[in-house]
């Protein structure tokens, strides 16, 4: 019964936050890479932001205890950014990896947005990056960060 309850509001929780990043989207449609026959000169890059959010159960004696939603952009060259989106999938997967890791190791408690701890959140998705896309991936942006507890 409890392991029900548990995997209940994982749903719930990533429902809601599914929900509340659609309801909260940038108006209008998303930006549309450059094609490379039409891309800026040389140093010039893109930011490739993901269309849904990254929503990350915390747990504490195997109970919910809150939920942390980020969005998250990928720095790359104008002319990689159709790579980046067409790897979507695979980076979604190994960011996730990483957040759950993260939040497993106790980065999401307390002072959550304290320096060294989003400093090694970062390092730990520009790795995730680096190893999905190679050079294209100049970066990982956290560009929005919340947390809910319950």
Request: charged share 20%.
């Given at each position: ?69 980020l969005s998250l ?41 304290d320096g060294q ?32 507890d319950m």
């Amino acid at each position: 019964m409890r392991l029900l309850l548990v995997l209940v509001l994982i749903v719930v929780g990533a429902l809601a936050g599914g929900g509340a990043g659609y309801a909260l989207r940038p108006s209008g449609p998303p930006p549309m890479p450059v094609p490379e026959e039409e891309a800026a000169p040389d140093g010039t890059y893109a930011f490739v932001e993901f269309g849904s959010q990254f929503v990350v159960p915390l747990t504490e004696d195997g109970e919910i205890t809150g939920l942390v939603a980020l969005s998250l952009s990928v720095e790359t060259e104008a002319t990689q950014a159709q790579t980046v989106m067409d790897r979507e999938p695979r980076l979604r997967d190994a960011f996730l990896r990483v957040l759950f890791d993260h939040a497993n190791a106790g980065g999401f408690d307390g002072a959550f947005t304290d320096g060294q701890r989003m400093r090694d959140l970062r390092t730990r998705l520009d790795m995730a990056a680096s190893e999905e896309l190679g050079s294209a991936a100049r970066g990982v942006l956290i560009t929005n960060l919340a947390r809910q507890d319950m």
